[in-house]
């Protein structure tokens, strides 16, 4: 990664004029410390909404059938999109910080499926991603980084819905509902670089599960951001996340999720 583009500007000077005082003139005053600029005292918060571009890649199989390879583009995805919602949640105190993270997004597709009286399938797919990481702030010594060690919890469910209606009776519908969900540990850091007063790097990496939900899981987040006033900003940055998940189950038979979502983002942050 390139290096820290702030240096340090500005050298105050004084100049004391020294000046013989007569009995009649009284000594001036000399002025008082300036006392140095104050720490916000409390909670701040940053509201932030975004979109995040994803294309997904790796391998998923259900029941047991063989795992199926994915390799869907935006534009693939785009294409079955319904709906999403996404948006973070940041709060710091002094040291501390928390931030909290919301995914969820729906696709809808319908196929027609070439065997006998060619019955018509409709699947829905609901993706629902929660991160939530305390961290606290490294003493590096720099005003304008701040490095935060973190650990939370990232919980993930996957819900698919199928409907397939049969040719010769399309009045009936087969219907069948999955719903797979898991909770990891992670644990990473959080970056924050104010370049200047209106510039700013953001970096977020973390890894987890450790066989406790998913086998391995890991995210890695880089956005440049602009602070347009002191309450609105906006960035844009590149976001990958990786889950190696197995599961079993008597009815659903064996479920495998080993996908990477990655694409850029797009954001807008309100603080207060």
């Known amino acids: 990664m390139a290096g820290y ?65 994915v390799d869907a583009s935006f534009g693939d995805i785009l294409e079955h999109f319904d709906g999403a919602l996404m948006g973070a949640l940041l709060a710091k105190n002094g040291d501390w910080m928390i931030l909290t993270d919301l995914v969820w997004a729906q696709l809808t597709d319908d196929a027609k499926l070439k065997i006998a009286n060619d019955p018509a399938l409709k699947v829905k797919q609901r993706l629902l991603i929660a991160s939530a990481i305390a961290g606290y702030r490294l003493p590096l010594g720099n005003p304008d980084l701040d490095l935060s060690v973190t650990a939370g919890l990232r919980y993930q469910r996957l819900t698919l819905d199928a409907t397939l209606t049969p040719g010769t009776l399309p009045f009936i519908d087969l219907k069948s509902n999955q719903t797979k969900a898991w909770l990891d540990p992670v644990v990473g850091l959080v970056l924050q670089y104010r370049i200047n007063e209106r510039w700013f790097f953001n970096a977020l990496a973390d890894i987890g599960g450790f066989g406790v939900g998913s086998q391995l899981t890991s995210q890695g987040v880089v956005s440049v951001g602009y602070n347009w006033t002191e309450t609105i900003s906006t960035a844009i940055g590149y976001r990958a996340l990786y889950t190696d998940y197995k599961g079993s189950g008597v009815r659903t038979g064996t ?8 694409g850029p983002f797009l954001s807008l942050g309100v603080h207060f």
């Open 5 to 69: 583009l702030r240096g340090l500007v500005g050298i105050l000077g004084l100049a004391l004029l020294a000046q013989p005082a007569s009995a009649a003139d009284p000594a001036r005053p000399s002025p008082a410390p300036t006392a140095p600029p104050s720490i916000p005292a409390g909670w701040t918060f940053q509201a932030t909404f975004y979109g995040w571009a994803t294309a997904l890649n790796g391998t998923v199989g259900v029941r047991n059938l063989p795992p199926v390879k």
């Open 255 to 262: 479920f495998r999720y080993d996908t990477t979502m990655h």
